[in-house]
């Protein structure tokens, strides 16, 4: 895949996205861009603050427009996407067409274990692990269908994981 322009980075909440795009961003010396991150810039309000006042469905749009800008620039980049993105059926139609995407796969326990304090992650808000466990039954196939390679993060540091997607994808850093 050398030649490749674009790293996006899926997979559940937890899994270490935003933390591998910047090690991977840095080695690179790519863009790095969070489509969350891109929603909160947009909105000026957190991820949690739009779920709460526009609801899932205005996030999820939200986060299309996101995925869409971040997959337009020209120069290479590093994107992570919210754990989420996959449930609308147009963002997986856009990822499953980059040849760069990559599943960063994380056991429920793990994931919970990473995010700590659930209190800003609106899905989270009653059982964080039922609900881990629940959303990745319901996305893990949705995940499949839009990746190029799947790498199992529960053990590795966020350095390995990166380590990992630069050798699958034969990207020299």
């Known amino acids: ?19 591998v795009m910047e090690i991977l961003s840095d080695r690179l010396g790519w863009i790095g861009l969070d489509t969350d991150q891109i929603v909160a810039e947009r ?28 997959l337009s620039w020209t120069s290479p980049v590093v994107i992570s996407t919210g754990g989420g993105i996959v449930e609308t059926q147009a963002a997986r139609r856009l990822l499953a067409a980059e040849p760069g995407v ?16 659930p209190s800003g992650r609106p899905l989270l808000s009653e059982d964080p692990l039922g609900a881990l466990v629940r959303l990745g039954k319901r996305r893990r196939p949705f995940f499949d269908e839009v990746t190029s390679a799947v790498i199992e993060v529960d053990d590795r540091t966020a350095d390995e994981v990166a380590d990992e997607i630069l050798t699958l994808l034969a990207v020299a850093a």
Request: cysteine-free; aromatic content about 4%.
């Open 43 to 70: 909105e000026d309000r957190s991820v949690a603050e739009v779920f709460a006042a526009d609801g899932e469905e205005m996030f999820r749009s939200l986060e299309l427009s996101a995925l869409e800008a971040a």
């Open 1 to 19: 895949m050398t030649g490749l322009s674009r790293i996006v980075l899926v997979g559940p909440m937890g899994s270490g996205k935003s933390t």
């Open 102 to 117: 990559v599943q960063l796969r994380v056991s429920p326990s793990v994931a919970l274990g990473r995010i700590g304090d």
